[in-house]
Nanobody
């Protein structure tokens, strides 16, 4: 069993910052890519940022230069530092991990429960 638990969401004014964290736990053998998606009401889920086990990163064009993804492999944790937040960043943010377990060696995608980010004045 694998669990991803997110924290760090909340409400902030435009121009503010938030830092999201997502910690994976359970019968983990290895973690490949980790990252963040977001979904706003009425919109499709979109990839925000991803990071490989080697540290390579990719970002949605809408967040480049404002968001930074990082990970701590020793803690099985991925972070998303969000700066210069805009109202259009308002969404539920969900973390994911491509994880191999001791029972299932083939990597599978696991999801966190989601954390709300609201940017409003």
């Amino acid at each position: 069993q694998v669990q991803l638990v997110e924290s760090g969401g909340g409400a902030v004014q435009p121009g503010g910052s938030l830092r999201l964290s997502c910690a994976a736990s359970g019968n983990i053998f290895s973690i490949n890519a980790m990252g963040w998606y977001r979904q706003a009401p009425g919109n499709e889920r979109e990839l925000v940022a991803g990071i490989s086990d080697g540290g390579s990163t990719n970002y949605a064009d809408s967040v480049k230069g404002r968001f930074t993804i990082s990970r701590d492999n020793a803690k099985n944790t991925v972070y998303l530092q969000m700066n210069s937040l805009k109202p259009e960043d308002t969404a539920v943010y969900l973390c994911y991990g491509l994880i191999s377990t001791t029972q299932v060696p083939r990597p599978a995608r696991y999801w966190g429960q989601g954390t709300q980010v609201t940017v409003s004045s």
